[in-house]
């Protein structure tokens, strides 16, 4: 059963029988929005929107997995590679997460979007980012995009350390930057 999550909510990654989830997915989605109007159609742009993981450790990143640096050092965060388009239908970019192999110090994952293209999310439709447990094929959480904006960038989600476990916490912080490197000061705000 999938929980659909609101800006802020948190919600265990223990599965139902008390067993702890091992292999998770990020799944990050998009389209471009409907242009009305023949002119608009015409010079209507593809959206790039890229997923990011930073692997933190005592309220520090300590390594960033993204699209030119697709697997973790230790091997347990791997993006499975860029999606220039989205619109896919499904998960357009998707960042596997090894909980059981993610090194002891890392206490945060952090999972941010951004508009590498440089298009405000105003010109995106159907964004959402969800958690899935890759061994089941089960989703086990989905936060939404809405509203659009005039930012570049959002601050999606994080996965968490907590009492008995990993926990999942939907942000959905409004940022601006066309990479992960410009959003650190946002991601900061959440460690």
């Not at 965060?77 to 090194?103: A, C, K, M, W, Y």
Request: aromatic share 6%; glycine share 12%; hydrophobic share 40%.
């Amino acid at each position: 059963m999938t929980v659909n999550l609101s800006k802020g909510q948190r919600v265990s990654l223990s599965k139902a029988d008390g067993g702890a989830l091992t292999v998770v997915r990020m799944g990050l989605g998009w389209r471009a929005a409907r242009r009305k109007g023949f002119l608009a159609r015409l010079t209507a742009r593809e959206i790039d929107l890229d997923a990011s993981a930073v692997l933190c450790a005592a309220g520090r990143p300590v390594e960033v997995v993204f699209f030119q640096h697709l697997v973790s050092d230790d091997g347990s965060v791997r993006h499975t590679g860029d999606n220039l388009v989205g619109g896919q239908g499904g998960d357009d970019e998707s960042i596997l997460v090894d909980l059981q192999r993610v090194p002891e110090k890392i206490d945060q994952i952090v999972f941010t979007v951004n508009s590498f293209t440089g298009q405000t999310f105003q010109e995106v439709e159907d964004a959402f980012c969800r958690l899935v447990d890759e061994t089941t094929g089960q989703e086990l959480a989905r936060y939404t995009l809405s509203g659009g904006g005039p930012h570049t960038a959002q601050i999606m989600a994080k996965v968490f350390r907590g009492d008995g476990g990993w926990q999942m916490a939907a942000l959905g912080e409004p940022a601006q930057g066309r990479t992960f490197q410009d959003l650190m000061p946002a991601i900061a705000a959440h460690l």
